[in-house]
């Protein structure tokens, strides 16, 4: 529990309870504008005690998200890249081949035969972006 009390939780809890009473100060005040004959202010009636259930809401799963496990430990410092090393991550890209044209079954529709073998080389290629397709 002593998670919940931080400076950083305590803004967050004074922030919630702050929006959800402004929401719903603010809903209260429509109701009354729509009490005295302004048809528009019934939706915001209605709307701003659902900004404030909101509030609430994401502030609960916030706070069982931080109940839930033991405190994050601190990062380690990642170890120094070899000189000579990409510093990058690397992305393998597939590797363009030539097309090779395969012939059409009896009564199958080219076009069909073709977005097959379009779906069979990603298949086979899963890093691909659809730009990298060699037909």
């Known amino acids: 529990m002593k998670r919940l009390w931080t400076p950083a939780w ?12 402004g929401f719903l100060a603010l809903g209260w005040w429509q109701i009354g504008r729509a009490a ?8 915001y009636a209605f709307e701003w005690p659902i900004f404030a259930g909101f509030v609430v809401f ?13 405190e994050a430990p ?3 410092p990642a170890p120094p890249a070899p000189s000579g090393a990409a510093t990058r ?3 393998r890209r597939p590797v363009r081949v030539t097309r090779v044209p395969v012939p059409a079954a ?3 529709d080219a076009d069909l035969a073709a ?11 899963p890093g691909a972006r659809p730009g990298d397709y060699p037909g």
């Open 58 to 70: 994401v502030w609960w799963r916030e706070v069982r998200h931080a109940l839930r496990g033991p």
């Open 89 to 91: 991550p690397g992305v």
């Open 115 to 125: 977005y097959n073998r379009y779906l069979q080389w990603l298949n086979a290629n």
């Open 106 to 108: 009896d009564g199958e």
């Open 10 to 21: 305590i803004v967050r809890h004074v922030a919630m309870v702050v929006l959800v009473v």
């Open 36 to 43: 005295s004959g302004n048809g528009l202010s019934w939706a």
């Open 74 to 76: 601190e990062p380690a």
